[in-house]
């Protein structure tokens, strides 16, 4: 496992962009699938985005004109940069290791480590 850290999160106007980082300490994640999920109270985990190891993306359908997943391997980060978000983006986002280079599906128990998680509050 590898400990994740999420950074970037807040309160951003509707209409707004807003970028979340993820990165790990002591381990390199460019060998690895990262992702992003996001959970509102109440509701369940949602796959948002993945990088796989060779820079390829997937990004949920419903946020693919707004949200783009990219990684800085020379910095050790994924980001996750929300464009035009909606009041109902508002949730928690995660970023996940999947520890294939692959990416396999946009299931939770694909990623075997998980961060903290960081809150994203869009004003209406």
């Known amino acids: 496992q590898v400990q994740l850290v999420e950074s970037g999160g807040g309160l951003v106007q509707a209409g707004g962009s807003l970028r979340l980082s993820c990165t790990a300490s002591g381990r390199t994640l460019s060998s690895y699938t990262i992702a992003w999920f996001r959970q509102a109270p109440g509701k369940e985990r949602l796959f948002v985005a993945a990088?796989?190891?060779?820079?390829?993306?997937v990004v949920e359908d419903s946020m693919k004109d707004r949200f783009t997943i990219s990684r800085d391997n020379a910095k050790n980060t994924v980001f996750l940069q929300m464009n035009r978000p909606k009041p109902e983006d508002t949730a928690v986002y995660l970023c996940?290791?999947?520890?294939?280079?692959?990416?396999?599906?946009?299931?939770?128990?694909?990623?075997?480590?998980w961060g903290q998680g960081t809150q994203v509050t869009v004003s209406s």
């Open positions: 996940a290791r999947d520890p294939r280079g692959y990416f396999r599906g946009k299931y939770a128990t694909y990623y075997d480590s």
């Open positions: 990088i796989n190891s060779k820079g390829g993306t």
